[in-house]
């Protein structure tokens, strides 16, 4: 099992902190929730500007087996969100 741990960071520790992660391994960003019912939606690159409202993230490192799942959370007329949850092999 992971780690939890909270960290603040400015844009330029970000950035370095995941040049470092990338330099030796193969990681994936995915963000806790998302607005659409895709895995693509969880995934991103970085913690650019565009997703500055998250604050919750998964970092994986691809060297581990690992199969996401997610799940509704909420629905109401004008917004759905979807929840990451973990699954381990």
Partial sequence: MGKQIAVIMTKIDESSFLD????????QILKADASSASKDAFMIDDFSKD????????IWNKSFP????????????????????????
Avoid: A, G, P
């Fill in 20 to 27: 470092f992660l990338k330099s030796i391994s193969e990681i």
């Fill in 51 to 58: 997703h500055e409202n998250d604050f919750i993230y998964y």
């Fill in 66 to 89: 690992w199969n996401f799942e997610f799940s509704q959370t909420k629905t109401n007329r004008t917004k759905q969100n979807f929840l990451l949850y973990r699954k381990y092999l």
